[in-house]
C-alpha cells in the first residue's frame, strides 16, 4: 500500500474517534513508519516473533504534572508491520483503527492491562 493511503487510513481512524476523546488529546502527534527502530522494540517489551504495530511514547494526561517545555507525545504506527500480519485491505483498515485507539489509550493513561480488562487490547 502507498504510504499516502495507508497516512489517510491512520486519519480516518483518528476521526473515527469520538468527539468527547478526541478534544482531551493535548500535545500529542501522529506519526507513521515502516517498522519499529530497534529501539522502540526494546521499550515496547514485545515479545520476539511478535510484530509492533504501534508505539506511544510520551507522558501520559494523567502523569502530567508541572507538564511544560517537552516534546510532544509521540503516537507511531508502523506500516509494514501491520501489512504483514493482515491479509486484505479491509484487515488492514481494522487493524489500523484498533492500533490507533490502543495507542490513543494509552496517552490518556490507560495501560495495556486495563485495555486487555476492556477487551480492547
Ligand atoms: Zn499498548
Known amino acids: 500500500m502507498e504510504r499516502r493511503e495507508f497516512e489517510t487510513l491512520v486519519g480516518k481512524a483518528l476521526d473515527g474517534i469520538p468527539d468527547e476523546l478526541y478534544n482531551f488529546l493535548d500535545n500529542v502527534d501522529v506519526v507513521v513508519e515502516d517498522w519499529p527502530t530497534p529501539t522502540q522494540l526494546v521499550v515496547s517489551d514485545i515479545e520476539d516473533g511478535e510484530y509492533l504495530l504501534g508505539l506511544y511514547e510520551g507522558i501520559p494526561l494523567t502523569a502530567r504534572h508541572e507538564y511544560g517545555n517537552v516534546l510532544p507525545d509521540k503516537i507511531t504506527i508502523f ?16 487493524q489500523v483503527r484498533d492500533t490507533v485507539v490502543h495507542e490513543v489509550a494509552h496517552h490518556f493513561g490507560i495501560d495495556d492491562e486495563r485495555l486487555h480488562e476492556l477487551g480492547v487490547a
Do not use: A, L, T
Open 79 to 94: 506500516q509494514r508491520s501491520i501489512e504483514e500480519v493482515c491479509d486484505s485491505k479491509d484487515e488492514i483498515i481494522e
